[in-house]
């Protein structure tokens, strides 16, 4: 049997309101789609995807979005039939981080981080450091009030004294500080979407090698009265 193509994908898929879409691969030719279902999103919506406040996609996002490799990279589209006409209501990007004849695996190199959320009578206050269970010995933390921008994540990790270990440090390997950046940006982003919220902390956070993201070891969570 011959393996399926990845950019010949097509499937239909029901909704929840009981209509429906078809999933394909994206084109090369969906940019204009693409620009046009950005316009369409709202401050907030484009808020919690880009982390920052955003006008317009740039010709080289709207390339990384539909010029893929279907490899290393894929991507599908959402398309819904409107008034006669095939549009785009949804995108999805797929990353592999293996080779296609090896089982899926993480980078054993990693930097310990943490985050945590307390509320206080200014507003909620997100704290980050570095080092895992020795940041309580070394107090060497950052704070913010949220909502935090973009450049305060990376502020408040410039701030660190630990954050060489970021770099790399006696021979120790570079950790993703892009991926504690896009970590500090979505708490931010979901203590403004959660009220309830309380009281948050990721610890530790394991930040893998640049490129591999980071990963929740442990969390704990305190909603309007009650641990989670």
């Given at each position: 049997m011959t393996p399926l193509n990845p950019r010949d994908y097509l499937e239909p898929a029901a909704l929840r309101d009981g209509g429906s879409v078809l999933i394909r691969a994206i084109r090369p030719t969906d940019k204009p789609q693409i620009e046009k279902l950005f316009g369409h999103?709202?401050?907030?919506?484009?808020?919690?995807?880009?982390?920052?406040?955003?006008?317009?996609?740039?010709?080289?996002?709207?390339?990384?979005?539909?010029?893929?490799?279907?490899g290393a990279r894929l991507g599908l589209a959402a398309i819904h039939r409107e008034d006669g006409e095939d549009k785009i209501i949804g995108v999805a990007h797929l990353f592999r981080t293996s080779?296609?004849?090896e089982a899926p695996r993480?980078?054993?190199?990693?930097?310990e981080g943490f985050l945590q959320v307390s509320i206080a009578s200014?507003?909620?206050?997100?704290?980050?450091?570095?080092?895992?269970?020795?940041?309580?010995?070394?107090?060497?933390?950052?704070?913010?009030?949220?909502?935090?921008?973009?450049?305060?994540?990376?502020?408040?990790?410039?701030?660190?004294?630990?954050?060489?270990?970021?770099?790399?440090?006696?021979g120790s390997?570079?950790?993703?500080?892009?991926?504690?950046?896009?970590?500090?940006?979505?708490?931010?982003?979901?203590?403004?979407?959660?009220?309830?919220?309380?009281e948050l902390e990721l610890n530790p956070l394991k930040v893998l090698l640049p490129?591999?993201?980071?990963?929740?070891v442990d969390a704990r969570v305190r909603i309007a009265g009650r641990v989670v």
């Open positions: 999103l709202g401050p907030q919506s484009r808020w919690f995807r880009f982390f920052q406040a955003k006008r317009s996609l740039t010709s080289q996002e709207l390339s990384e979005l539909t010029d893929l490799d279907f080779r296609p004849d993480f980078p054993i190199q990693e930097t200014l507003g909620p206050i997100l704290v980050a450091g570095l080092g895992g269970v020795q940041v309580e010995l070394l107090r060497d933390v950052a704070f913010r009030l949220t909502p935090v921008s973009d450049l305060d994540a990376r502020e408040m990790l410039a701030g660190l004294r630990t954050a060489k270990l970021l770099d790399g440090f006696r390997p570079p950790a993703d500080r892009q991926a504690l950046v896009d970590a500090i940006l979505r708490i931010s982003a979901l203590v403004e979407s959660v009220p309830e919220l309380l490129g591999h993201g980071a990963i929740i």
